[in-house]
Nanobody, 115 residues
Framework: QVQLVESGGGLVQAGGSLRLSCVASGISVSVRNMGWYRQAPGKQREFVARITLGGDTNYADSVKGRFTISRDNAKNTLYLQMNSLKPEDTAVYYC?????????WGQGTQVTVSS
């Protein structure tokens, strides 16, 4: 069974930072392309960032230059460092493989950015 558990979300003022974590079990983040996704209320889930098993990264234009995706293979954990947060970053953030697998979606972690 694959389980992805996100954490690190919270309430932060615009311009602040948060670091999200995704602890994986039943899957190795070191041998999969992994990604972060988010879903705001009333909107579709969207791609945020991805990292390949080779370490290449890619970001949505809306977060480029502000967010950084990384992983710790020893801890089997994916991270998303979010800086210079904006109110439009408010959403539930999820991790998954890239491309995503429907059965892998977890509960996500809520990020709320106030102005």
């Amino acid at each position: 069974q694959v389980q992805l558990v996100e954490s690190g979300g919270g309430l932060v003022q615009a311009g602040g930072s948060l670091r999200l974590s995704c602890v994986a079990s039943g899957i190795s983040v070191s041998v999969r392309n992994m990604g972060w996704y988010r879903q705001a209320p009333g909107k579709q889930r969207e791609f945020v960032a991805r990292i390949t098993l080779g370490g290449d990264t890619n970001y949505a234009d809306s977060v480029k230059g502000r967010f950084t995706i990384s992983r710790d293979n020893a801890k089997n954990t994916l991270y998303l460092q979010m800086n210079s947060l904006k109110p439009e970053d408010t959403a539930v953030y999820y991790c998954n493989t890239y491309p995503s697998w429907k059965s892998y979606w977890g509960q996500g972690t809520q990020v709320t950015v106030s102005s």
